[in-house]
């Protein structure tokens, strides 16, 4: 079976988008932390403000706004323009590619060379709706854009990745589920020391 195509620097972006993107117990960890820092800017700004008039909000919002516009600048304007910028100098990253998936390997071959890797030597994948991503390292991972393949193919691929049992990110273990509990009991803790402490006398 073989895929054929060529990447865009929007597959890359898209695809870096995706490497970072948070698996769900890191996702709810996230969320609980950001209750409890809302929470606790809260506690601190409605006495403020009911001691010193509505005049002091500006001393507590104009930092997360400098804070926010600069992550939608980073996101939205930074990155989109570094990796086209890089996809343009070079060559190799949009050369035209084929991908061949047999039952004991996966070959990945363009006009600079090829890479060959049975399927023991991938270490996890990951995916959305747009996107398949098998990893060679945790930092390393080849890019196929589901696009470019035929539905059978999307899950003849994922069935010799099951088959192998190579892991796939992003799905609950009982391991994810151990670190997920350990941390929220963490923030749990301390957020009822932090109350403690400020809890008047």
Known sequence: M???????????????QLHTQRV???QVIWYIALVALVA????DLIPDVAANGITVIWDYIWLPIV??????????????????????????MGAPFEY???????LATNQYGNLDRPWADILKW???????????????????????CMPEQVVALQTHLEENHVRQDGVITRRSIIVATVIVVCLAVGAIIYVITLKPA
């Open 2 to 16: 073989k895929i054929n195509g060529q990447l865009t620097w929007q597959d890359y972006l898209h695809a870096q």
């Open 67 to 92: 804070i926010a516009v600069a992550l939608l600048l980073f996101y939205y304007v930074f990155l989109p323009c570094s990796m086209r910028q890089l996809y343009e100098r070079e060559p190799k």
């Open 100 to 106: 061949e998936i047999t039952p004991g390997s996966f």
């Open 24 to 26: 769900w117990w890191q």
């Open 126 to 148: 990951k995916q959305n709706k747009d996107f398949l991503l098998l990893y060679l390292s945790e930092a390393q991972y080849i890019i196929i854009p589901k696009r470019l």
């Open 40 to 43: 606790g800017f809260l506690s």
